[in-house]
């Protein structure tokens, strides 16, 4: 095997694992936020409840979203093609402009959250 190849291999190891860690937070996320929207309903919790799990939901987004682009962004760091950094930007410009909206809406929420005197 000559060296080229073990870098490649290494490579493609690091992107995979970046990738699948960024799947991983946004499934946490995801069963996490679920299982309190689950227990919060049972309880009757006011919408100020249920606003504090969606920002928690849209943390984990936001932060699997990072690993995502960064997964992209390795992916294209060994040896890129012309049409391989066209897709990167392509794929940072989506993936940046849902970090904004969500980051957006945290913000949001929890300025809603703090107004109302609410918890978690």
Do not use: C
């Amino acid at each position: 095997m000559e060296p080229g190849d073990v870098l490649r291999s290494g490579h493609e190891v690091l992107v995979t694992i970046v990738e699948s860690a960024g799947a991983v937070v946004i499934f946490v996320g995801a069963v996490w936020a679920a299982l309190r929207f689950v227990w919060a309903g049972l309880r009757g919790r006011d919408a100020v409840g249920f606003t504090v799990i969606r920002l928690s939901l849209g943390r984990f987004l936001t932060l699997g979203l990072e690993f995502q682009l960064a997964a992209d962004i390795l992916r294209t760091a060994f040896a890129p093609t012309l049409a391989q950094i066209g897709q990167l930007a392509a794929i940072a410009a989506i993936r940046t402009a849902l970090n904004f909206v969500l980051r957006w809406e945290v913000e949001q929420e929890q300025r809603q959250v703090g107004q109302s005197g609410g918890g978690g």
